[in-house]
Nanobody
């Protein structure tokens, strides 16, 4: 089982920026699909961004396109989420997730939480207006 630990959350004002990191233990992730999800109170968990095996294959939720960037460094922490121009509606607990091989499809296929195998504990992001 893969262990994922998120960090970098916090309180930020609207239009501010945060960078989330996801550290993983015990595995190399070059063949994994990695995703960031979020869950606001009373809402379902939703995909924010996904990054495929190739690294350059990325998918974003429409609500974050142009503001968030997912990236990965397979030699260190496997995945980051750079968030800019944050809005109050971005407030949520953010989760890192990993889909183990086989991963035959591109990142856009992995937009559903149930397709992932391992999850972090989450990090709170709060954006004040």
């Amino acid at each position: 089982q893969v262990q994922l630990v998120e960090s970098g959350g916090g309180l930020v004002q609207a239009w501010g920026s945060l960078r989330l990191s996801c550290a993983a233990s015990g595995r190399t992730f070059s063949t994994y699909v990695m995703g960031w999800f979020r869950q606001a109170p009373g809402k379902e968990r939703e995909v924010v961004a996904a990054n495929g095996r190739s690294g350059g294959d990325t998918t974003y939720a429409d609500s974050v396109k142009g503001r968030f960037i997912i990236s990965r460094d397979n030699a260190k922490n496997p995945v980051y989420l750079q968030m800019t121009s944050l809005k109050p509606e971005d407030t949520a607990v953010y989760y890192c997730a990993a889909k183990r091989p086989p991963t035959f499809f591109g990142s856009s296929y992995y937009s559903d939480a149930w397709k992932y195998d391992d999850w972090g504990q989450g990090t709170q992001v709060t954006v004040s207006s």
